[in-house]
């Protein structure tokens, strides 16, 4: 990293992975062009993973099936100090490998962890909408081989 006085350690770049709502995955595809999307995710730590969850099919799956290799940015914290000329920011990024989650009780835990996660105020009906969208949803699991953080206190 270019300027490591902005390098957070690994605790703090898990932490902003847990806490943001959403973030970037990064694929390559076939032909070798880049392919960011947004998506919700959760991080597991147990698991050092991130789940996404997506449509059973898809330029993403066709893209990580045939290079599972992807990284995954996540951005806190994001203010313009304009006087500065400067930004105030906190970021993290993932690299690994995604692979398609095959087993159904894996996907089933992924999906309640997003679930329990994106719409806690759901639990009650979490588990009926789960298994009644099982088959019509995918989950990727992205094994985190690398994680580094970035921030900028642009002064304050």
Same mark, same amino acid.
């Given at each position: 990293?270019?300027?490591? @006085?902005?390098? *957070? %350690?690994?605790?703090?770049?898990?932490?902003?992975?847990?806490?943001?709502?959403?973030?970037?995955? %990064?694929?390559?595809?076939?032909?070798?062009?880049?392919?960011?999307?947004? #998506?919700?995710?959760?991080? *597991?730590?147990?698991?050092?993973?991130?789940?996404?969850?997506?449509?059973?099919?898809?330029?993403?799956?066709?893209? =990580?099936?045939?290079?599972?290799?992807?990284?995954?940015? #996540?951005?806190?914290?994001?203010?313009?100090?304009? @006087?500065?000329?400067?930004?105030?920011?906190?970021?993290?990024?993932?690299?690994?490998?995604?692979?398609?989650?095959?087993? @159904?009780?894996?996907?089933?835990?992924?999906? @309640?962890? =997003?679930?329990?996660?994106?719409?806690? %105020?759901?639990?009650?009906?979490?588990?009926?909408?789960?298994?009644? %969208?099982?088959?019509? #949803?995918?989950?990727?699991?992205?094994?985190?081989?690398?994680?580094?953080?970035?921030?900028?206190?642009?002064?304050?």
């Amino acid at each position: 990293m270019r300027r490591a @006085e902005r390098m *957070v %350690s690994q605790g703090e770049a898990r932490r902003l992975l847990d806490s943001s709502s959403y973030g970037v995955l %990064s694929l390559v595809s076939p032909d070798g062009q880049p392919y960011g999307v947004p #998506v919700n995710h959760v991080y *597991v730590p147990q698991d050092n993973a991130v789940y996404i969850h997506c449509a059973q099919e898809g330029q993403k799956l066709d893209f =990580l099936r045939e290079n599972p290799k992807a990284s995954f940015t #996540v951005v806190g914290l994001g203010q313009v100090i304009e @006087e500065k000329f400067t930004t105030r920011y906190e970021s993290a990024i993932v690299q690994g490998r995604a692979s398609l989650v095959e087993e @159904e009780a894996e996907k089933v835990r992924a999906l @309640e962890l =997003l679930c329990g996660r994106l719409t806690p %105020s759901m639990a009650e009906t979490q588990n009926a909408y789960i298994r009644a %969208s099982l088959s019509k #949803v995918a989950v990727i699991r992205l094994e985190i081989r690398e994680i580094t953080g970035k921030r900028n206190r642009a002064g304050g």
